[in-house]
């Protein structure tokens, strides 16, 4: 069965430092997500993306953050410069078709830890 | 703004029983509403998902239902068995052009041979 797969599975990197998340959407859905859940909180949207550009983001997904579909199977989440408060698991999510059928099927996760 | 809430957190049951969990939001205006499970650790599977014009939908031992007037949907579970422990999320699609999830907390469930 198709599934979401993301890499890498935990990531550890220094305050200040750059991080890139990356993920493989199923093959035949056109719209991505990226989504983070901080430890004991609820899961958090934080951007879609169709077409090649962005189609909504959050308040949380500020000039820090950047996705990118660099080649016709890649999905990356960039954190340009990372805090503390990034530390979350993140989750890359993708979908078939928009509202309403637009379920949503999510990859397994990057553990990130910013010390 | 859309809040979605699951209550109880945590529920603890023994092999056998057959389960009621609870979603409710506050935004009566979705597109749909999906179901997840996630054990420890691990991403979200997929459960269910209900359009917003649709009162019901199964899967094998799993019946969720939606009252989108009430902003309520509940997912039955039959014939619990320990392998259906993990917690269980809910999350509406707004309305108004928007493909986002907005996610409830979730509820435990541990279900006890």
């Known amino acids: 069965e198709p599934e979401v797969t993301q890499t890498p599975s935990h990531q550890v990197t220094q305050m200040g430092q750059e991080v890139i998340l990356r993920c493989v959407p199923i093959?035949?859905?056109?719209?991505f997500y990226w989504y983070r859940q901080i430890l004991g909180q609820k899961v958090e949207f934080l951007v879609s993306?169709?077409?090649?550009?962005?189609?909504?983001k959050s308040e949380i997904f500020d000039d820090q953050f950047s996705v990118e579909r660099p080649d016709g199977s890649n999905f990356t989440l960039k954190i340009r410069s990372t805090k503390l408060e990034d530390s979350a698991m993140y989750f890359c999510?993708?979908?078939?078709?928009?509202?309403?059928?637009?379920?949503?099927?999510f990859g397994p996760g990057t553990r990130l830890t910013v010390l | 703004k859309q809040e979605v809430t699951q209550i109880p957190a945590a529920l603890s049951v023994p092999e056998g029983e057959n389960l009621v969990l609870n979603c409710s939001f506050t935004?009566?205006?979705?597109?749909?509403l999906q179901w997840f499970r996630q054990d420890p650790g691990k991403g979200l599977t997929s459960l269910l998902l209900?359009?917003?014009?649709?009162r019901e939908q199964t899967s094998g031992r799993l019946n969720a239902s939606l009252d989108k007037s009430s902003g309520r949907s509940t997912l039955y579970i039959a014939a619990s068995q320990p392998g259906d422990s993990a917690t269980y999320l809910c999350?509406?699609?707004?309305?108004?052009?928007?493909?986002?999830?907005?996610f409830g907390k979730g509820m435990k469930l541990t279900v006890n041979p």
């Open positions: 999510a993708s979908s078939v078709e928009i509202v309403p059928n637009n379920e949503q099927f």
């Open positions: 093959s035949n859905h056109l719209y």
């Open positions: 993306f169709y077409n090649n550009e962005i189609s909504e």
């Open positions: 935004d009566s205006a979705i597109y749909n």
């Open positions: 209900i359009q917003s014009s649709q």
């Open positions: 999350a509406v699609s707004a309305q108004g052009g928007s493909e986002k999830l907005v």
